[in-house]
């Protein structure tokens, strides 16, 4: 199993700024994953971030907006950039160990 | 997109068995069939997978159908601490990335 912790837990935004959310692993994984839910909805793919890496985004997302950094085998960060109001959401992020795919507790983002 | 269906809702009473449905009838050889669950505010915990034979575990029961399009995940005694989002997801194994559909919203009530 994994423990993945997130930071900030939540946090509340003005328009236009931007916010880096922390994921923090207690074990080396090759993989890790970003993951946005926004108020009453599933879970939608970002980005698969390998360490070493560009990230690789889905159809919708760019690298501009979501700009991630994999710096080592533990730990990854997403930053929401320009945020306007339809960005709030949960922000999760997940990694890979053993074909189980474990999450974060998630990042809520409010954007004023 | 997500290559499942499932039914938006679903009620069991407590202790009761939950049997809970998956369409995917698209779903390629390489592919397995995870099933993972959302309480409310969390984030989703994985419950269980398999390819093309029932697994069990600890927690569930997974039935995969022969021709592989539908499966079954069962929660042999519903809890109210059950009451969850469950997600049926089609995965590849080439990837490991997983799409989550919907899901169904199970309430377990008394």
């Known amino acids: 199993s994994a423990v993945i912790s997130q930071k900030p837990s939540r946090d509340i935004c003005q328009r236009g700024t931007s916010l880096t959310i922390q994921c923090q692993v207690d074990s080396q994984v090759t993989m890790m994953f970003w993951y946005r839910q926004q108020p009453g909805q599933s879970l939608t793919l970002i980005a698969t971030?390998?360490?070493?890496?560009?990230?690789?985004?889905e159809s919708g997302f760019v690298i501009d907006k979501f700009p991630i950094s994999r710096p080592n085998l533990t730990f990854s960060t997403l930053t929401v950039s320009n945020m306007s109001p339809e960005d709030s959401s949960i922000y999760l992020c997940?990694?890979?160990?053993?074909?189980?795919?474990?999450f974060g507790p998630g990042t809520r983002l409010t954007v004023l | 997109d997500a290559k499942t269906t499932q039914p938006p809702s679903m009620d069991c009473a407590e202790g009761r068995a939950a049997n809970l449905p998956c369409n995917h009838s698209?779903?390629?050889?390489?592919?397995?069939v995870y099933w993972y669950r959302q309480i409310h505010s969390q984030g989703p915990q994985y419950i269980i997978h398999g390819l093309k034979n029932n697994e069990t575990n600890e927690m569930a029961s997974l039935i995969i159908t022969e021709d592989r399009k539908s499966s079954t995940l069962i929660l042999p005694h519903a809890t109210l601490r059950d009451t969850a989002v469950y997600y049926c997801?089609?995965?590849?194994?080439?990837?490991?990335?997983?799409?989550f559909g919907t899901g169904t919203r199970l309430q377990v009530f008394p």
């Open positions: 971030a390998n360490q070493g890496s560009e990230a690789t985004y």
């Open positions: 997801i089609v995965r590849d194994y080439n990837t490991d990335k997983l799409i």
């Open positions: 997940s990694v890979d160990i053993y074909n189980e795919q474990f």
């Open positions: 698209t779903i390629s050889g390489n592919e397995y």
